[in-house]
């Protein structure tokens, strides 16, 4: 039997994804991946935190018990910004980073590109410089040529290294924009989004030099095995072995600038 092709999945949610499903995911070839902290039901600061340390304690045990490699991005959202309490969130934060596993800030973003939404972005890119540590950044549905254009005026007004920012959910829109200013580009594969042959098409038009492949699997409909399927789409468009590799798998690792440990 043929080894699945490897790959590193830099934007999943592992609590919404079942154990034997996280089981499956490592025999089609997942080696790591990054569990993202996401938009909360009510998101009282509290419940913020408390979902920061359960990625951190729990989703991390059960990603390895999988045979996955486990990071963490950790941020606050912002489709539900807490009222109050966003002081002591960011105090607390960089904390976090104190465990190794915890490599990323993120999902950032702008939703609704609210004078809120805005401030604590840029707040939180300022914890991003001063704790030496990549962005996953969000880009919504709506809107999203627009959101991504001030997303990426204000990643440059924060002065955020390009390499260290990856602009996930890119479209065939908003690729070019992404790539032309140096900045990672997420091509993420769901429901409604982009086919692993729309990505696959991309990748060999442009290369994969920071282009990543990302799921969002674990947050409402998606496809359990999209980014194994990319794998053989990109195979079957022509790309060499070592092309999809470095979409997939070393592409991932130079973004979150961690060694190989395979």
Known sequence: ??????????????????????????????RAAVTCAHDLS???????????????????????????????????HPVR?????????????PRYFDDPRVVALGEL????????????????????????????IHTPSTEKLARTRRLLA???????????????????ETFPLVRGMGFWAGLTLQPGGLEAREAA???????AERVVLTSDI?????DLLALPR???????AGLSKSLARRALYDGPLAFLGVDDEA
């Open 1 to 30: 039997m043929t080894a699945p092709q490897p790959f590193i999945d830099l934007h999943l949610h592992a609590e919404g994804i079942r154990d034997a499903d996280l089981a499956t995911l490592s025999l089609f070839g997942l």
């Open 42 to 76: 009510h998101g009282q600061a509290g419940e913020v935190q408390t979902h920061w340390d359960e990625l951190v304690q729990v989703q991390t045990a059960r990603l390895l018990s999988a045979g996955i490699r486990p990071f963490v991005a950790l941020a606050i």
């Open 81 to 93: 910004i807490p009222w109050h309490g966003v002081d002591g969130l960011l105090h607390a934060l």
């Open 109 to 136: 973003g702008l939703q609704e590109g609210t004078a809120r939404e805005e401030e604590l972005l840029t707040r939180q890119f300022a914890l991003s410089l001063s704790l030496r540590r990549p962005v996953i």
């Open 154 to 172: 204000l990643l440059l007004e924060a002065k955020i290294p390009p390499e260290r920012a990856l602009i996930d959910h890119v479209t065939a």
């Open 201 to 207: 098409a991309l990748v060999k038009a442009h290369g």
């Open 218 to 222: 674990g947050e409402g409909a998606s």
């Open 230 to 236: 990319a794998a053989e789409a990109l195979l079957s």
